[in-house]
């Protein structure tokens, strides 16, 4: 069993899998897009749930602070309701809160240039809200 992790941005979408056990998530790509053109994204997310037969999707849901929905999350409520469409695969919100800003801390741990964090940070950001997902699916 493996599950997909995203991160949804304006124009770009950061992709990430977990391991077949289900313990470890890894960042794959970022796919791009013009804003709000989701659907240019589906040929390729579909190749990468059947390359990794994936089972499950986990979408980071970008609430404010305060825990409320803003402009971001109905965005990406739009979006979990194509991804259920397309793939009849179960989706999982899981709060996103600071996902990008551990993404960014941890680019810069590793000295990443500035034009390399940003073409990494959005799957980079998609391993942590998948990581985050499976750690509290397995109870940690």
């Known amino acids: 069993m493996r ?4 991160d949804l941005g304006t124009k770009t979408l950061g ?31 579909r190749k990468i749930i059947e390359e990794y037969t994936v089972d499950e999707i986990v979408i980071g849901l970008p609430k ?3 825990n409320s929905l803003g402009f971001a999350a109905m965005r990406t409520k739009n979006f979990i309701e194509i991804l259920k469409r397309e ?6 919100e899981q709060d996103e809160r600071l996902s990008s800003v551990s993404a960014n801390n941890i680019l810069l741990k590793a000295d990443i240039s500035r034009k390399k964090r940003k073409e990494k940070v959005d799957s980079v950001a998609a391993s942590i809200i998948l990581q985050n997902y499976l750690d509290i699916r397995k109870g940690k």
């Open 3 to 6: 599950i997909l992790g995203l």
């Open 87 to 92: 793939f009849n695969l179960p989706v999982h």
């Open 64 to 66: 404010n602070m305060n």
């Open 15 to 45: 992709v990430a899998i977990s391991d077949k056990t289900c313990m470890i998530a890894s960042n794959i790509t970022t796919l791009r897009f013009e804003e709000e053109k989701y659907e240019s994204v589906i040929g390729d997310l």
